[in-house]
T-cell receptor, first 114, second 112 residues
């Protein structure tokens, strides 16, 4: 199993550009989520999904969109990038969202918005 | 909304010293509690978790944590740290929702 994979690893955007961060898992996990990690603020939940076709907002959803058309993939879209979105983004998955199963994290995408 | 506090942002210890990292959460109901570790340049890994039962849980690499419900705390401990424990440690809490909420993290530096 590859586990949770994320692409790209690094990305530089100009303010106003759009892009999609890709996340995929091959463990047949129902629950997937996106976090951003900023110095001194830990990880903050952006969006999550409890299964294909179902998504919901986390702590900091503004400026981000998600969709979950398949169990495997959970892309994160930035419609109009802003410097405040400079961060490291982590995707995670778990068998379900009950909290009784471990979350597995991807390697992260380091995004810089200039 | 659920919140998690980690009061120690940076901790510096010498090898063989004992470690205790504090974690407090705000939700008063049933919670699941986790400690994750992020080694330099790596992604997050689960150290240990508490769901129910014995409030003293043991994890990997000699780490343990104690759940004290009356204090809303889940502190991480290790009797004797090693240089290889240098990392950032995150406490996380999940309540009855589907959201796993993280604390701000504690950076641990262990000097040889």
């Amino acid at each position: 199993n590859a586990g949770v994979t994320q692409t790209p690893k690094f990305q530089v955007l100009k303010t106003g550009q759009s892009m999609t961060l890709q996340c995929a898992q091959d463990m047949n996990h129902e629950y997937m989520s996106w976090y951003r990690q900023d110095p001194g603020m830990g990880l903050r939940l952006i969006h999550y999904s409890v299964g294909a076709g179902i998504t919901d907002q986390g702590e900091v959803p503004n400026g981000y969109n998600v969709s979950r058309s398949t169990t495997e993939d959970f892309p994160l879209r930035l419609l109009s990038a802003a410097p405040s979105q400079t961060s490291v983004y982590f995707c995670a998955s778990s068998r379900d969202g009950t909290g009784f199963t471990e979350q597995y994290f991807g390697p992260g995408t380091r995004l810089t918005v200039t | 909304a659920q919140s998690v506090s980690q009061h120690n942002h940076h901790v510096i210890l010498s090898e063989a010293a004992s470690l205790e990292l504090g974690c407090n959460y705000s939700y008063g109901g049933t919670v699941n509690l986790f400690w994750y570790v992020q080694y330099p340049g790596q992604h997050l890994q689960l150290l240990l978790k508490y769901f129910s039962g014995d409030p003293l849980v043991k994890g990997i690499k000699g780490f343990e944590a104690e759940f004290i419900k009356s204090k809303f705390s889940f502190n991480l401990r290790k009797p004797s740290v090693q240089w290889s424990d240098t990392a950032e440690y995150f406490c996380a809490v999940k309540d009855s929702s589907y959201k796993l909420i993280f604390g701000s993290g504690t950076r641990l530096l262990v000097r040889p």
